[in-house]
């Protein structure tokens, strides 16, 4: 509706307005309301968009996942990629985190009751549940997250996409599916290994530092754990490898303008899938715990 | 036979095809010609199933290819070589690896030997014998769309694209690319498609030549109607001026 006629439309329904007020000013206030809804409502159109993208890819990949002929050879170098080449970082990362929380309840425990208590209880309990899914998950969603990205989203504006179709591959299954299956997987194993190298790094701090004695730190772990607390904490891992593979493989796969477009991809990808993982985590651990699952 | 018919897109708010018709025969070599920017690629996307218009149809021996689920489209883009303008090499290749790509894919080869044998057969057709081990970024760009050449060529298609297959190699090699295409067409009957800016390639290899102005086809005509043309557009465009009703600024 052009001015004109919005001003007139405007003065046939515009009763109300306060005296002193004139109707041009009450006219740009309503188009700045106008032009805020629609920014709103582009904005929320847009994000409905992603979602809507995101799940039909998410169906696609099932599909494909599950469709011969499977590509051994592939999925066995993604799960290379992303599970062994990841192994030092995510250990490093763990055991450092693994000594802190030993140290850092330690010596709470020793000023609020005179010595150090339950030490491996609070390192194991921690590690499992939430620190080992949750830094395991922000680890690989930096590293191979952001490699996905960047490696779709070059294959997407060098036109490598569209080549596979031609040759008759399907960019989902040939792409996409080798790197879901293989974050699916690798996420909970290297985080396995996370929870076992924070515990050995919690370990050495107590008993080295705190002269915590080995077989206590050990009770405090094993008498306390059950099978349930190992079983959320690898739950988790699966949704989280789900989201990583999701979030960076949409990304690379609607990367557009070049190389900039391929750097703003890959950062947005690793931004996206990193806060999902710790919204998610907040959601998930509320309702394993809802249905008695740790 | 391929026919295109009022095909309409639009990528965001801008206009590139605006009823575009086009019918290919079986056999025939098509040059598309037309200013950067006007849909050429544009329309190559949509005949491979690569694009789907916003409207119209586009129907490959019969059958509307706009409206296809993705199962039966792979199987239509199976009859389709496409030479993508960058030439698309899968960058984590080797040269024999892309150009058997889709001969394992398809499956239309399983014994190894077999299709090395088809791989160096490609490659002596483009000129490049010996360079099955050499991954993409040791290639130069006119080495690179003579692999994507190979690549497009190698599955036998019914069909071959062509976008811009002669920029960026040397005039010697352009003509031997011209050479290809007539080849393919006379040896094999394989309909192609080609879009390009270069007049000489595009009156060498064009059995018809459509030049593209404003999303749709300007004018239609075999080599010598387009040199002979009266429609001052055609005229300024194959004559390379820069008066003319075409302005800089117009894209086309």
């Not at chain 1, 922000?138 to 490699?147: L, M, Q, S």
């Not at chain 2, 040397?170 to 007049?199: F, Q, R, W």
């Not at chain 2, 429609?231 to 800089?248: E, N, S």
């Amino acid at each position: 509706m052009s001015y004109e006629l919005r001003a007139k439309w405007l003065e046939s329904k515009v009763h109300k307005h306060l005296p002193g007020e004139s109707l041009e000013q009450k006219l740009e206030e309503r188009l700045e309301e106008d032009k805020f809804i629609k920014f709103l409502g582009k904005y929320i159109v847009g994000i409905a968009d992603h979602i809507g993208k995101l799940v039909l890819l998410f169906f696609q990949i099932i599909f494909w996942t599950f469709r011969r002929p499977y590509d051994l050879k592939n999925i066995n170098k993604q799960m290379n990629e992303i599970g062994v080449n990841s192994l030092v970082v995510t250990s490093l990362t763990s055991v450092s985190v693994g000594m802190v929380l030993a140290l850092q309840m330690g010596a709470a425990s020793k000023n609020i009751l005179g010595e150090p208590l339950y030490v491996g209880t609070a390192v194991g309990f921690s590690m499992v549940k939430e620190l080992g899914p949750v830094l395991t998950s922000i680890v690989i969603a930096g590293r191979v997250g952001a490699a996905i990205t960047a490696e779709l989203g070059t294959m997407r504006v060098t036109e490598q996409i569209d080549a596979l179709y031609t040759l008759g591959a399907n960019p989902v299954k040939y792409l996409v599916v080798p790197r879901f299956l293989s974050c699916v997987v690798m996420v909970p194993v290297l985080t396995v290994f996370s929870n076992i190298l924070g515990i050995i790094g919690g370990f050495f701090v107590s008993v080295y530092k705190m002269a915590i004695p080995s077989t206590r730190y050990y009770h405090d772990i094993i008498d306390f754990m059950r099978g349930k607390d190992i079983i959320h904490g690898l739950i988790k891992c699966v949704v989280f490898g789900i989201i990583i593979a999701l979030i960076s493989c949409y990304k690379g796969f609607t990367t557009e303008g070049g190389a900039e477009g391929v750097g703003k991809a890959t950062t947005q990808s690793v931004v996206i899938s990193m806060v999902l993982i710790l919204v998610t985590d907040t959601f998930l651990t509320n309702i394993l715990q809802f249905i008695g699952i740790g | 036979m391929i026919k295109l018919t009022g095909i309409y897109k639009k990528f965001n708010q801008q206009e590139v095809l605006r009823g575009l018709d086009l019918t290919i025969n079986a056999g025939e070599t098509i040059v598309i010609i037309g200013r950067s920017g006007c849909g050429k690629s544009v329309t190559l996307k949509h005949i491979v199933g690569l694009l789907k218009p916003d409207q119209g149809a586009v129907e490959v021996d019969d059958v509307n290819i706009a409206t296809l689920p993705p199962l039966e489209l792979q199987s239509i883009q199976k009859k389709f070589g496409f030479l993508f303008q960058g030439a698309a090499l899968f960058d984590s290749m080797n040269v024999s690896d892309n150009i058997s790509f889709g001969l394992r894919t398809q499956h239309l080869m399983s014994d190894e030997k077999q299709i090395q044998a088809r791989v160096a057969e490609c490659l002596r057709l483009v000129g490049l014998e010996g360079i099955e081990h050499t991954m993409p970024s040791e290639l130069s760009g006119g080495m690179r769309k003579r692999v994507g050449l190979a690549r497009a060529i190698a599955a036998q298609p019914q069909y071959i694209l062509y976008d811009e297959p002669t920029t960026g190699v040397d005039p010697i090699m352009s003509d031997a690319v011209n050479d290809l295409i007539i080849n393919m067409k006379e040896k094999l009957g394989v309909t192609s498609i080609v879009v390009t800016h270069d007049m000489v390639s595009a009156y060498t290899v064009a059995d018809r030549i459509a030049m593209m102005y404003h999303g749709m086809i300007q004018q239609i005509g075999t080599p010598r109607e387009i040199k002979n043309t009266l429609d001052p557009i055609v005229k300024q465009f194959i004559t390379g001026t820069a008066k003319g009703p075409i302005t800089l600024e117009d894209r086309g």
